[in-house]
Structure formats: structure tokens, C-alpha cells
């Protein structure tokens, strides 16, 4: 009996749904981890109507402290957050200039930062996205 184990290709297709190339799969590493590597402020921020607006969220994670120390600077971020109507968008890599990837192989994300306050209680929310709305070419024309 012969036996012959499949070869696994990955096909990228075009936005027009026809197929561009096919390769051979490629591991993308996680940027993410809790020993080395940390998630970037960027201090691109935006008003939290606009991203709410702009983005499709797929996942929220609740960040939350660990000593007293982290208490006070959390908390600081999320009053600022909060007082100003932002939220903030966080990168991977160097600078945060990269998109969130939480595991091998995992799908990248755009991660933005929300912060809510009330009293002595605070919630910072990493928002997870990836995807942007976009209105369509003509679209603006077509409805004025």
C-alpha cells in the first residue's frame, strides 16, 4: 500500500475574489506574550463615536491589576480616557506600529484601548478589530 502524505498550499485571492498566488503556509509568531514582549501606546487617539463607527469589533478583553502600583497607573489611564471621550489605538512591535497577534497563527488586530471610571472603580477595555468600515467608492455622491 503507498502511502503519500497532502501537501497544505495557501491561496491568497484578490478583493474581486480571483485567486492572486498560491504559496506555501507561513507561521506568523505571536507579538503578544506576558514575559517579553509588550503592547505599545501609540498616541494615535481617536473620539470613541469614531471608532465605534469606523471599526467592527470581534473580541473585548478586560485589563485589570496586579499590585496597588498598577491600581494607581490604570486607573489614571482610564480617568484620562474617560474624561476626554477616546479611546486609544495599541500596537505590537517596536514603536506599536504592528497589528495585535495574541497567538501563532492568529488573526491580526487592530487593539484599542477604552477607559471607564466611576467613583473608585475603574474598566479598561482592549477592543479587538479587523476591520475597518469603509464607505464605498461613490458611494458619498450616490447619496447626496
Known amino acids: 500500500m503507498l502511502y503519500a502524505p497532502p501537501s497544505v498550499v495557501e491561496i491568497l485571492l484578490g478583493p474581486d475574489g480571483a485567486e492572486r498566488a498560491r504559496r506555501p503556509p507561513v507561521d506568523v509568531e505571536a507579538n503578544i506574550n506576558e514575559e517579553s514582549r509588550a503592547v505599545r501606546w501609540t498616541g494615535r487617539k481617536m473620539p470613541r463615536a469614531e471608532v465605534c463607527r ?66 473608585e472603580r475603574y474598566k479598561l477595555l482592549l477592543h479587538l478589530s479587523n476591520m475597518e468600515l469603509k464607505r464605498p467608492d461613490g458611494a458619498g455622491e450616490a447619496a447626496s
Open 54 to 119: 469606523r471599526f467592527v469589533f470581534r473580541r473585548t478583553v478586560q485589563i485589570r491589576h496586579v499590585d496597588g502600583v498598577t491600581y494607581d497607573y490604570l486607573f489614571e489611564m482610564a480617568r484620562s480616557l474617560q474624561e476626554k471621550d477616546e479611546m486609544v489605538m495599541l500596537g505590537g512591535g517596536e514603536g506599536g506600529k504592528q497589528p495585535l497577534v495574541f497567538q501563532t497563527n492568529g488573526t491580526p488586530c487592530r487593539g484599542f484601548l477604552e477607559g471607564r471610571v466611576d467613583g
